[in-house]
């Protein structure tokens, strides 16, 4: 039996009568931009969230975008970033004309180390963006504290983390903006591209609405710059019709990751999920210094795993005008190496997690690869942190 890294189509097939009754009603709607659906969608997902605003846009890079955009990040102000993220969230950034600066990672969660977030602030320093990378968010308390110390403002990408919750607070609603990407595979997708913005602030929600609709205020008005990022009616519907099973999705997917961890966990370095967070585990990443040579094992096997991310940010080509050099993130560039992202998606059978697992424990069994006993069973040297976590 194949275990693919991700698999759409069986997706599809499980939602194939909501879905198909929610791209029908569209298109026999009349109505394709900025209509009823949009409207129902931006309610609903409010709703969930938990936040008070959602502005539907074209992507999860849009809606980082036009979070800056609406700060009044543009050229001469810094934005504080992860180099270990996705491109698009750096890519975002630029076309604000801001600069990113690079804060490392944590090396438990992976996500912004925040301890390290004050000694990069500077007078020009505008907005942080903490990644909530994998579906584990970032430790927003001290980030927003560290936030309000300076008077900057804080947007979470959230495009890999729909349904985390901190302490009780869903993704993207504790920062000033929460950025969502609807990407098909994410934890809640469309059928193409598609993103939102939430704030709980209406002057934002006002100037966001302007912002995804050419800066307009009202048809041929147009008091501010903006652009065209909308989310279209089809995608919406599509969205709405998912919604409601976002919860029990993320509960096949943290059932999986259980399951992964338990078989695995004396091999090699799992997940961790930190008291007082969720983990919605829209990837269960291991680390291994073995990383090639098991991918490629496992992919004999029919076992398909990806690297998200090999190259960070920092050390990408496009952003050398920055100048960082190799070294400048310690952790990050520790870590992405290591790291490996093995099959997660929430239609999985659990014999397939069990190939895995199974496929993982043969490999190991080369005396060529030993199992470090300090890094597995789930612990993790913090590097630079002076503390461990398990
Ligand atoms: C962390 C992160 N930020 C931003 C994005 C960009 O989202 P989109 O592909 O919808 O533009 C992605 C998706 O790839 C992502 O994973």
């Known amino acids: ?23 029908a009603r569209v298109m026999a709607s009349g109505y394709y931009i900025l209509g009823p659906e949009l409207e129902k969608f931006e309610k609903e997902f409010a709703t969930f969230l938990g936040a008070k605003y959602v502005v539907g846009c074209a992507s999860g890079t849009e809606a980082i975008y036009l979070a ?36 490392d990672i944590k090396a438990s969660t992976y996500v912004m180390r925040e301890s390290e ?104 008005y147009h008091d501010i710059v903006g652009i065209n990022s ?31 961890t338990a078989g695995l966990k004396d091999l090699v370095v799992t997940p961790v999920e930190l008291p007082g967070f969720k983990h919605v585990y829209h990837l269960y990443v291991i680390q291994t210094p073995y990383r090639e040579e098991l991918q490629q094992y496992l992919l004999e096997r029919g076992i398909q795993c990806l690297i998200h991310y090999p190259i960070p940010a920092h050390l990408q080509q496009a952003y050398s005008f920055l100048g960082y050099k190799a070294g400048a993130l310690p952790t990050t560039e520790h870590i992405v190496k290591r790291i490996l992202s093995l099959p997660m998606f929430p239609q999985m059978t659990d014999a397939q997690v069990d190939q895995v697992i199974e496929g993982i424990a043969d490999f190991y069994k080369d005396s060529r690869y030993v199992v470090d006993n300090a890094e597995a069973g789930s612990v993790v040297k913090a590097y630079g942190e002076g503390q461990v976590v398990s």
């Open 1 to 23: 039996m194949k275990v693919p890294f991700g698999n759409m189509k069986l997706h599809y097939e499980q939602f194939k009568t909501v879905l198909d009754e929610a791209v």
């Open 68 to 103: 800056l955009a609406a700060a009044d990040c543009g050229p001469g102000d810094e934005v504080l970033v992860v180099a270990h993220t996705a491109v698009p969230t750096i890519s975002a950034i630029s076309m604000t004309g801001a600069t990113p600066v690079f804060v």
């Open 117 to 220: 977030l004050e000694s990069k602030i500077t007078p020009r320093t505008k907005v942080i963006v903490p990644v909530h990378i994998y579906g584990h968010m970032a430790e927003m308390e001290v980030i927003m504290k560290v936030a309000a110390r300076h008077n900057i403002k804080v947007l979470e990408d959230c495009a890999q983390c729909t349904g985390a919750t901190y302490r009780g607070a869903t993704a993207g609603t504790i920062g000033d903006w929460g950025a969502f990407s609807f990407y098909p595979s994410k934890n809640l997708g469309a059928f193409g591209d598609g993103g939102a913005v939430c704030t709980n602030s209406e002057a934002e929600y006002k100037k966001l609405i302007m912002l995804r609709n050419y800066g307009q205020s009202k048809r041929y």
């Open 230 to 260: 909308r989310l279209d009616e089809i995608q919406s519907a599509i969205l709405s019709a998912q919604l409601p099973y976002v919860h029990e999705l993320n509960e096949r997917r943290r059932a999986i990751a259980a399951r992964y």
